[in-house]
């Protein structure tokens, strides 16, 4: 009998649209509007509007792709099915890179916020800007806890993150509320990031959208799509999901950051404004300082829960994502076996919880691990918005139970405002994530090679843009403008209208690089006798 089972669709619209809400307000929410706030001060606000508009775009696209193709791992399987395997693993590797590291960087949230418990041995959690030992022994044992809620079946990981997040939406919405109504400064909307008179400062901005918290959080709506495959009627519930999570914790996110702002004591950023506030558990030493017992308790609380709850929600969507690379033949197929019984692909699971194990012993604080996962997060948006757009060509007979109406354009938007993310994260980080997508390559080579090196020269053709794309993107962030962290030779401004230029440039290259590869025709060839 053969080890890939199928795969079980009991997950609802209302429960894929949690799934999604339940990965976006994780612990993005507990550190995001403090981190946002240091970068940008007032105009962090901005930040939360303008991530939430750019990732808009970006998901639209992928709620396209996650209806068409209704699959588990269905994020790492996209690039596969339009240009073939060297852009399906390229965006599979930094996907993938991107949304395992987060299960660890959740444990260390709920870790770190409980170092500001007036106890002494919750104070040694966390010393110097990361977890001590005790810290890091609380964390693990927190991702093992994700691990096994996913282990018996999806059906146990929906009903537990449903609750869970129910929770964690009324939480972040009462902070705000009781912020606001309790203690609220409007003056503090006038002091500047660094000090002096606030003026809306556009790089500050943009950089806050894309390594502050809000890329990070936002990429939640992934989760949806990647069980796109454990969905019932997955053309109504996948762009559901999307679309309601992001607008849902938009709302949210606007409310925190205005919350923040305005119960911060104004002495506190006199001198050094908002860049000079530090914290390791904001939300809640804040509602102790304005005598908010009752929520700073909550807070606790909700700190393990918040964290956990995307913890639980990426420990079950990776699964599928490694399940997903197998079937791209670019892992063991090992990893593609599903349990006959609980419908899980548990092999994928361990190996997750291994690395899972690495990046929380490599990476023991928030704000660190959650600007590289933000940067790799960015990568993995390139190839969607290309891929849906090329599918149109290649395989326009496919059913689309979701058809974007103004896909040309949205989709040149996502693409260009992708490539703009990936810029605004500022050099050298840049460099450095697109350096760790690259490192993978052997992995890829390997499995080519061991396959008789099948078609090479077609895989390159379809690869071509993005290869050379990378090197671009980190070429124009060493150059750009001092505001982004580059050498000044793009003054502010021109910069963002060139780098928009070269990314529409690559969004057309890429579109015509696209084929009809194996794995389309396949689809395609399935899919035909139950055409009309």
Known sequence: MSDHYA??????????????????????????????????G??????????????????????????????????????????????????????????VSVIPVEAEASVQYMASWPYAWAQGLFVNHELTPPGLGIAAVLVIVYFLVNYWSVKLFAKTNSAITLFKLVVPAATAIALISTEFHPENFHVGATGGTHAISLSAILTAV????????????????????????????????????????????????????????????????????????????LALAINLNWLALLLYADAFVSPSGTGITYTATTARMIYGMERNGTLP????????????????????????????????????????????????????????????????????????????FIALLAFVFS????????WP??????????????????????AGWPDIRRQLQGAWWL??????????SYVGSTEFGGLGWMPFGWDLLIVAAI????????????????????????????RP
């Open 42 to 99: 007032p105009g962090a606000v901005w930040a939360w509007v303008i991530g939430a508009a750019v990732i808009t775009t970006i998901a639209l696209t992928y709620a396209e792709l996650g209806a068409m193709f209704p699959e588990s791992g269905g994020m790492v399987r996209y690039g596969h099915y339009s240009h073939g395997s060297l852009v399906g693993f390229i965006a599979a590797w930094a996907n993938w890179i991107a949304i």
């Open 210 to 285: 894309a390594i502050s918290g809000i890329v990070f959080s936002f990429n939640g709506f992934q989760s949806p799509v990647n069980l796109a495959g454990e969905a019932r009627d997955p053309g109504r519930s996948v762009p559901f999901g999307v679309l309601g999570s992001i607008a849902l914790a938009t709302v949210v996110y606007v409310l925190l950051q205005i919350g923040f702002l305005g119960a911060v004591n104004p002495a506190a950023i006199a001198e050094h404004g908002w860049a000079g506030l530090s914290y390791s558990s904001p939300f809640a030493q």
């Open 429 to 450: 980080l840049t460099g450095e994530i697109i350096l760790l997508v690259a490192v993978a390559l052997p992995i890829y080579v390997y499995y080519q090679a061991r």
């Open 7 to 40: 795969i079980r669709r009991d997950v609802g619209p209302w429960a894929l649209m949690l799934t999604g809400l339940g990965s976006i307000i994780g612990s993005g929410w507990l550190f995001g509007a403090w981190h946002a706030a240091q970068l940008a």
């Open 467 to 476: 290869i050379v794309y990378l090197p671009v993107i980190a070429a124009l």
């Open 419 to 426: 490539t703009e993310l990936l810029y605004w994260a500022k």
């Open 333 to 408: 197929k090992v990893f593609g076996r599903i349990h006959p019984v609980y419908g899980v692909p548990r092999p994928a699971m361990w190996l997750n919880l291994a690395v899972s194990f690495v990046f929380l012993f490599c990476f023991r604080g928030w704000a660190t691990l959650a600007a590289v996962i933000s940067v790799a997060t960015i990568i993995s948006y390139l190839t969607g918005p290309i891929s849906v757009m090329t599918l149109r060509r290649t395989a326009p007979n496919l059913h689309r139970p979701f058809r974007l109406r103004g896909l040309p």
């Open 503 to 530: 990314g529409a440039a690559f969004y057309f290259w890429g579109m015509r690089s696209g084929w009809r590869t194996p794995a389309i025709e396949a689809v395609d060839a399935a899919a035909a006798p139950a």
